[in-house]
């Protein structure tokens, strides 16, 4: 298999695709001005607070304004007092300087507490946008459909979830209030500067348009990359993710240099993205700033000039002086902020392309399903046609299922057994025909009330971090104790549970690789006993048991589907034998149904598929 044909085969939690996200380097750059009217427009539930932080930043910046203007007035209280005592005039009257000084202390000292709550009011604005920004991923993720995981890695919808709404966290943070505050500045010092000397602001303000060709040419340069760097961070999250996740797998069939290999091509592409966007962005504040300092010098001169010439004084041309420095800085900052938008924009754009993402068909549920353990309820497949994207795996699948029955579903792999079973809960939808229950079409239920009289125990077992008494429990989760451990009992789990630490107690780590997979199928069948549900799944529920254990769960799953409508999907044939009706499938269709006697007399495909099982190697093999 070549490189790129390693790279693009499907993975544990990856679709079709390929790699995580199903990225390719070079993608182009998304959208910055759409990304920014998306967040704008998302930021609009927090406008009163963004007022109120506008204000306090306003105020801040206006007493931090004032500063050399009021010190330029001490400075020519100094001037003129010195002149005066050289002249035999007077002195310095430092009781009016002293008044300037501490005038001017008060104004910076409620200049910093102005700053300090905008500060406070900023960061509860940003933690309440990162909250709901993580609460609406994490809905969005139950509303999607299965397809959309079909394509998309773990790693991937983790990385927008902590990466991406951190990204907007700080950027927000730091960015909102600098801008607000770098435009109060900038138009604050202007002011300031014109009521100085209107010549010399002139000459300054030739600056500004210099400065913004140059952020612009830049930032549009640096935009496409951190686009990718944001990309490529989800790649190498999805890798590691999976990586982790299958960790033993990796070991058993010496994956590790592959694994490597492919981890330093996200982590190189993720490298280069990220060192050219930072350099790039980089260079912002170093240009704007030998722009700046050209230009402070030739203002410099200037105004030494004026000074000497008797058109300013030596307190106008100090203010002045400080006003050319701090209308350079907002400059330089919004410069800066420019970069750190282009960063922002691209995890902007993750975010929302996540919560834009199609949602499962909405709900047209016209009648109520309320379960009730006593109710028999019929099932009907009629005509139904399905497929994942362009490849049809059920053609023409019609079937009736009587209330009570227990109907096998057998097939060899990729007959379309479990789909069957995916469609009768909805988890997707049928492309034509219909799926009934009680002569009714599950369309006209919600897809809650649908699930809730179903039970399924699957193949791939599902336990999550925590006692083993909750994951039982969550079959039902107001279940007392005694009917947990029943549940145990009944499924053959409560002699092992009663062996480990803690017994029903004890704690499964997150891999839940602390007890073994035939102990997870275990749990996860006591669990299904708890639901009692009135339609029972079994998609190779016995497949990672022992032979003796199978006997008895096949006993305990025997008092289970007594009265029960059941569907159960099996390799081992043995275990259907008493199956009220077996569904025959291939290839998308039923070939053949009956019972297991019948079947077997007729020597068609099922004859064949159960008769394979007990066949030995053909000689020569």
């Known amino acids: 298999m070549s490189d790129a044909q390693r790279r693009n085969k499907p993975r544990r939690g990856m679709g079709p695709g390929g790699g995580p996200m199903g990225m390719m380097p070079g993608e182009k750059a998304k959208n910055f001005k759409g990304s920014m009217l998306a967040l704008i427009k998302y930021l609009g539930r927090y406008r009163w607070s963004i007022l109120i932080v506008s204000i306090l930043a306003i105020i801040s910046t206006i007493f931090t304004i004032l500063g050399p203007k009021i010190l330029g007035q001490a400075t020519d209280e100094l001037f003129s007092g010195v002149m005066r005592q050289i002249a035999g005039e007077g002195g310095v009257n430092f009781t009016r300087i002293s008044q300037i000084l501490v005038f001017l202390a008060g104004l910076y000292l409620a ?73 109060t500045s900038l138009a604050g010092v202007i002011i300031m500067m014109f009521s100085i000397s209107w010549q010399l602001t002139l000459g300054a303000l030739l600056v500004v348009p210099v400065s913004m060709v140059v952020v612009t040419f830049v930032a549009k340069k640096a935009q496409k990359h951190f686009v990718n760097q944001q990309k490529f961070l989800g790649s190498v999250n999805g890798h590691v993710e999976e990586m982790f996740g299958s960790h033993i797998v990796v070991k058993a069939f010496n994956g590790e240099a592959d694994s490597v290999k492919t981890f330093d091509e996200y982590n190189n592409a993720l490298y280069n993205s990220a060192w050219k966007a930072n350099f790039l962005s980089g260079l912002m504040m170093p240009i704007t700033g030998f722009i700046g300092n050209i230009a402070y010098v030739g203002i410099c001169i200037v105004g030494g000039y004026f000074t000497v010439s008797g058109l300013m004084t030596v307190g106008d041309i100090q203010a002045f002086i400080q006003y050319i420095r701090s209308f350079m800085q907002p400059i330089t900052q919004i410069a800066n902020i420019s970069n750190v938008l282009q960063q922002t924009a691209a995890a902007a754009e993750r975010v929302f392309e996540f919560l834009n993402e199609p949602e499962e068909a909405a709900e047209t549920a016209v009648m109520r399903l309320t379960p009730d353990i006593r109710a ?77 009289v179903f039970g399924m125990v699957l193949q791939d077992t599902w336990l999550f971090n925590g006692t083993i008494a909750d994951n039982i429990r969550y079959g039902r989760l107001n279940a007392t104790d005694d009917e947990v451990k029943a549940a145990a009992i009944a499924a053959q789990v409560d002699h092992f549970v009663r062996t480990l630490p803690d017994s029903y107690n004890m704690i499964l780590n997150e891999e839940t690789n602390n007890i073994s997979q035939g102990q997870r199928q275990l749990l996860t069948i006591a669990r299904a006993i708890l639901a009692n549900p009135e339609i029972l799944i079994l998609d190779e529920a016995t497949s990672n048991v022992d032979t003796r254990t199978e006997v008895l769960i096949q006993q305990a799953m025997d008092n289970l589907m007594k009265n029960r409508t059941s569907f159960v999907i099996a390799h081992r044939l043995s275990t259907i034998r008493n199956a009220d009706l077996i569904l025959v499938l291939r290839n998308g269709d039923i070939v053949e149904q009956g019972t297991h006697s019948n079947l077997l007399t007729r020597s068609g495909f099922y004859a064949s598929l159960y008769n394979s099982q007990f066949e030995g190697p053909k000689a020569g093999d």
Do not use: C, W
């Not at 059920?394 to 096998?408: E, L, N, P, R, Y």
């Open 376 to 452: 028999k309820r019929t099932v009907a497949f009629d005509h139904v046609s399905f497929g994942y994207s362009d490849k049809i795996v059920i053609h023409d699948f019609t079937a009736t299922i009587s209330a009570g029955q227990k109907i096998a579903i057998v097939g060899p792999t990729g007959a379309g057994k479990t789909t069957i079973v995916k469609l009768l809960m909805r988890f997707y939808e049928v492309q034509s025909g219909a799926v009934m229950i009680d002569g009714h079409n599950i369309r006209n239920f919600s897809r809650n009330d649908l699930r809730s």
């Open 111 to 183: 200049g910093i507490v102005f700053s300090y709550l905008q500060g406070f009011v900023m960061a509860g604005i940003t933690a309440q946008i990162s909250r709901r920004l993580r609460n609406e991923i994490n809905a969005k993720t139950h509303r999607l459909p299965l397809s959309y995981y079909d394509k998309t890695t773990h790693g991937d919808i983790l990385s927008r979830i902590t990466n991406d709404v951190d990204t907007l966290s700080q950027t927000l943070n730091q960015s909102l209030s600098q801008i607000i505050t770098s435009l």
